[in-house]
């Protein structure tokens, strides 16, 4: 609650900036100018790791795989992992930056404060997909284009959820604990392991992700429901099998495993709580890989602990990097992973490309992709509205 | 080698006795005798777990379910989870027991001396699928019939195969440790992980669990391969839509993924040697939940070392349990578990209802489905041959 309404305040205070400075949005409208460019990428650091894969672009050592040519044309391009407080290097460079790119696995937190100091920023790219580190009303406000590589991470999170339901439906991790431990104990695990066949599978939210998360689950012979604001076309509907459900609070309690696939807004903040968790079934198994703040941390712990919640599994968490002492790494029944999911090999060469290519447009002064849009003059992108 | 040369040499003694006591395979024919009938059984134990679930019937406590209903009939149903050595419960009633019900997942071995020593045996069931803890050779000489409840496991085994695959290939377990010891490392995860999408995934061996799974791996857009001694019908084959290998060892070398579908058998026996191990991919993933010995367990262990394999995950040991000191638990890249995965609830309820179907025909002197047959009249199923 406290963010949400720090997020409105300061959303305020930049629209009262704005007008108090008479700025059009046209002022820092992305393309209308050109020349040689400074562009701040933040990513998450590999250390030893960076060389041990090629393609191992997504890191800040291997910076996408762009620096050669971004600076071949003459363009300045720092990179960093270094994104908070005051002193950080990120923040010494928002004065003077055109293009900051970030990322959600390491996400730099865009604030209206640093859109405020941030004088000569044009353009806000995401490595990946979810712009909710970026206070989306502010870049509004202030008339930058912010811009995502939509569909890049899609097929890596549909996978990693069909992985995170079978782990928890078939109670994979005592089996593994059990074997690093010296143990064999094949009744603490079959006790409460299932076949995911006939169970009932719900997902909110059925973007390009859920569906393909559907199209992944047709085979098993589940029971496929989804919420959404609007029905899918009834071929398509068909073909993959699933049954809309208008209702959220209806759906919810029909689902052996609900899936959350809905972005981060104010209106999803938090809506997995006490009461919602209450209606669920008992044992009911939760995949969560798209924001953690969905969830009330507290009522998940809660519900983990009484067994409400049988199994818990996402990669996602409020906030990212999850503190050590953070509750869900130590409720049973977790099978948690740090924010991976669309970070795979794969994914990164897909938002590597993406990025590479909207660069190429905005040196042009050309569109993007429309897809690719989470705001433009003005605009907030359907999905975060 | 040992093992092979020694059920070699006991079967050929137990034809041997046979000879000596001129007693015809008819002598034991199934149904050729009727009345009271003791009944033994050998599942695992499973203490504090057994109350936890109603539906948990594969265990000792719950003994598939059937107590009441034999016991009203009149037979006599003894269950145990003791089966080593000379003066373990399950020898005692090797000399006058009729049937024997073993599992895969606590595997009761029925050697050559326990069947020559069992003069009452007629039926040995499998609760489950794999009876290759039987010496089917020896039962086969001592006009034993053998069954198992095929397909009661397949849709099981599939499922957690793909789990399987998906652990391996998207470095699940990293991850997830990075969590339970409060670290946050996204580079130590991502540099190694990879989606499922585009990935040569060959099976070798295509009975039902690799059509299962063929069919299941479909939506993922892998290019899918397989192995067989016959390739599938035309018409299966592109709705499956994977590509048969004739050739074993040239199917290898092409695969990102490689998933063991074959029973054990002495062809099969240790296949999966260092010589064809130096054949595959560089950083192959290997998925085995068909049966330990297929694999030479030192060669595993030198390739996950070496990072030719560059992870192993099954659910099957050779010996079982896997002893605490078996080197499969220490080796790295490895996503083991104890034999659970055609031990879920829902397969335990398939197989009991199995077992108890073929022992109401077996008392009513009628044929069970032909499927479910491993020895029959003296021979083995053609799978076992």
Redesign the interface.
């Known amino acids: 609650m406290m963010a949400i309404a720090m997020r409105r305040a300061a959303a305020a205070a930049t629209h009262a900036i704005s007008s108090a400075n008479s700025s059009s949005i046209l002022t820092r409208h992305l393309h209308a100018s050109s020349g040689k460019k400074k562009i701040v990428g933040v990513f ?4 030893e ?2 060389e ?2 090629p393609n ?1 672009v ?2 800040a050592e291997n910076a996408l795989g762009i620096r050669n040519w971004l600076e071949s044309q003459g363009h300045e391009y720092i990179v960093t992992d270094d994104k908070e407080g005051p002193d950080c290097e990120l923040e010494k460079h928002i004065p003077d930056l055109h293009v900051l790119i970030t990322t959600p ?2 996400p730099a937190y865009v604030t209206a404060e640093r859109i405020k100091k941030a004088k000569n920023l044009q353009l806000l790219l995401t490595a990946g997909i979810g712009s909710d580190h970026v206070d989306l009303q502010a870049a509004a406000a202030a008339g930058l284009t912010v811009a995502e590589v939509t569909g890049s991470n899609v ?2 999170v549909a ?2 959820e ?2 995170r339901i ?2 928890l439906v ?4 005592p ?2 604990n ?3 431990s ?1 143990d ?15 169970k009932t599978v719900g997902t909110v939210g059925c973007g390009r992700i859920g569906r393909l998360l559907l ?2 689950l ?4 589940c029971n496929l429901l989804y919420h959404d604001r609007i029905k899918m076309e009834s071929e398509l509907e068909s073909q993959i099998g699933a049954k809309f459900e208008e209702d959220l609070d209806k759906m919810l309690p029909k689902c052996d495993i609900v899936v959350v696939n809905t972005p981060l807004t104010e209106k999803t903040k938090g809506m997995f709580d006490k009461e919602r968790i209450s209606k669920l079934k008992k044992g009911v198994l939760i995949v969560n890989n798209a924001r953690g703040a969905i969830m009330d941390t507290q009522a998940v712990v809660d519900g983990c602990n009484s067994g409400h919640i049988g199994g818990y599994s996402g ?1 996602v968490w409020y906030p ?3 503190p ?1 002492d953070h509750p ?2 130590y409720m049973p029944n ?8 669309g ?6 060469l897909r938002y590597a490309a993406g990025v590479k290519d909207m660069l190429e447009n905005y040196f042009k002064g050309e569109e993007f992709p429309a897809q690719h849009y989470i705001v433009k003059e003005g605009e907030l992108a359907s999905q975060y509205r």
């Open positions: 998450y650091k590999a250390h790791y960076a041990m894969n191992f997504g890191c696995f390491h097929v890596s996978e990693d069909l992985m079978l782990i078939r109670n994979f991790l089996g593994h059990q074997v690093i010296g064999w104990n094949v009744a603490g695990i079959a006790y409460r392991a299932y076949d995911l066949e006939g199209q992944r047709k085979p098993f012979g990669d990212q990097p999850a050590k869900w790494r977790q099978a948690m992973t740090p924010h991976i999911s970070t795979t090999i794969d994914a990164q």
